[in-house]
Structure formats: structure tokens, C-alpha cells
């Protein structure tokens, strides 16, 4: 595709409540972050993914948050048993490995807990 | 990655040159400078980036001081769709690896 696609654009649901947040990156970036971004808050680093290496998981905040990428290419965040605090923009974000590390980044998602 | 400094907000008046700081003392010889921003309800968005040379495409200029311990993003003409959050980055390019922002400077174009 032309860029990022995340969806759903928008995601409401009730408290302790599983979510899954899917993201498209561009076509052949072998690289694919996530992030979230609380109300007024700045960029809150999540997850990497680069080619087959294990993904650096090093940002989840808990054993509810975990994502994967298939094939190399969607990604999905799922966020389980969600809370409150866990209302925030997901952003998603891809790019070459080797090109100066130029990341596009996707809309995001916008999830309020309930 | 090393860590950045930037004031957390800054004003400039429409047309004019908007120079925003960042100090990154610590950095490393193989880091780079990004440059990132981000327009309200909108995913951030790739400016600039350099290592040592000066660097202009036709968004930025990108000045890095000799000693390679700050650097300044000049916006030349800024326009009110200017108006967002910067961030300034420092990290090891070609080798992939998370980005981290931090909290950024809020640059305010004013008409």
C-alpha cells in the first residue's frame, strides 16, 4: 500500500475486555514498531519487530499487552483484560532496515476502556 | 541511544525562521540526528537526519555543531500548518533498532 494502515481507526470497548489492533506496514519494510501515546502524553515505545530476529519486547508495560507479526507483514497488538489506563493512541510504524532508518508511521488507533 | 535535551516549547511568528534546539552531549560517533514531528492527531513524520555535515532537503536544514553535542532543525519560512511537537533523536542508523522520543519541543507558528 501507499503508507501505514492501522485499523480499526477507532476502538471503544468495556473494561476487561481482549482487543486486537491490526497494522498494515509498506510493502517490503522489514522493520515494524509500535507505540502508545496517552492523552497529552508524548510517544511511549512498545514493541520492534526487524525480519526473522526475535522482536524487542522490551517496552510492554504488562503480561496483558503482546503482539505479533505474520509472515513479516501484519502485525496485531492484542491487549488483554484491558483497563482503563490502557485508553491511548496505538501507533504503528515501518521502515527499511538499512535506509537511514527513515520510519513511516500509520494514523494510529484510538482505544478508550470503558 | 544517548538522550536529548529540548525546551519544551517555543513561539514563531508566521514567514519567519523557526530554529529549534536540541543538545546530545553524550552521543556517540556512529549516532546519528533525527529529526521527527507531529502534527496534532496525526502520526509523527520524518524531517531530517544527519551525522556531521549540515543537511537541507526541501523541509529543513539540519546544523550540527563540530563537536557534534547539539545540533539545530531550521525550519526557513515557517507556515501555520508548521505548528506541531518536534522531536529530536539520536541513534545508530542502518542497524535498525527502536526509536525512542522524548518529550519534544511544542513549536507554536503564530499569524
Known amino acids: 500500500g501507499a503508507g501505514v494502515s492501522q485499523s480499526p481507526s477507532n476502538k471503544v470497548t468495556e473494561k476487561g475486555k481482549d482487543v486486537e489492533l491490526r497494522c498494515d506496514p509498506i510493502s517490503g519494510h522489514t522493520a515494524l514498531y509500535w507505540y502508545r501515546q496517552s492523552l497529552g502524553q508524548g510517544l511511549e515505545f512498545l514493541i520492534y519487530?526487524?525480519?526473522?530476529?526475535?522482536?524487542?519486547k522490551s517496552g510492554l508495560p504488562s503480561d496483558r499487552f503482546s503482539a505479533e507479526r505474520t509472515g513479516g507483514s501484519v502485525s496485531t497488538l492484542t491487549i488483554q483484560r484491558t483497563q482503563q489506563e490502557d485508553s491511548a493512541v496505538y501507533l504503528c510504524?515501518?521502515?527499511?532496515?538499512?535506509?537511514?532508518?527513515?520510519?513511516?508511521f500509520g494514523q494510529g488507533t484510538r482505544l478508550t476502556v470503558v | 541511544d544517548a538522550k536529548t535535551t529540548q525546551p519544551p516549547s517555543m513561539d514563531c511568528a508566521e514567514g519567519r525562521a523557526a530554529n529549534l534546539p536540541c543538545n546530545h552531549s553524550t552521543i556517540s560517533g556512529n549516532e546519528y540526528v533525527y529529526w521527527y514531528r507531529q502534527i496534532h492527531s496525526q502520526g509523527p513524520q520524518y524531517i531530517i537526519h544527519g551525522l556531521k555535515n549540515n543537511e537541507t532537503n526541501e523541509m529543513a536544514s539540519l546544523i550540527i555543531t563540530e563537536d557534534r553535542k547539539s545540533s539545530t532543525l531550521i525550519l526557513p519560512h515557517a507556515t501555520l500548518r508548521d505548528t506541531a511537537v518536534y522531536y529530536c533523536?539520536?541513534?545508530?542508523?542502518?542497524?535498525?533498532?527502536?526509536?525512542?522520543f522524548g518529550q519534544g519541543t511544542e513549536l507554536s507558528v503564530k499569524p
Open positions: 533523536i539520536v541513534r545508530v542508523a542502518n542497524q535498525g533498532g527502536k526509536l525512542i
Open positions: 510504524a515501518s521502515s527499511f532496515k538499512g535506509s537511514g532508518t527513515e520510519a513511516f
Open positions: 519487530f526487524q525480519g526473522n530476529s526475535a522482536p524487542d
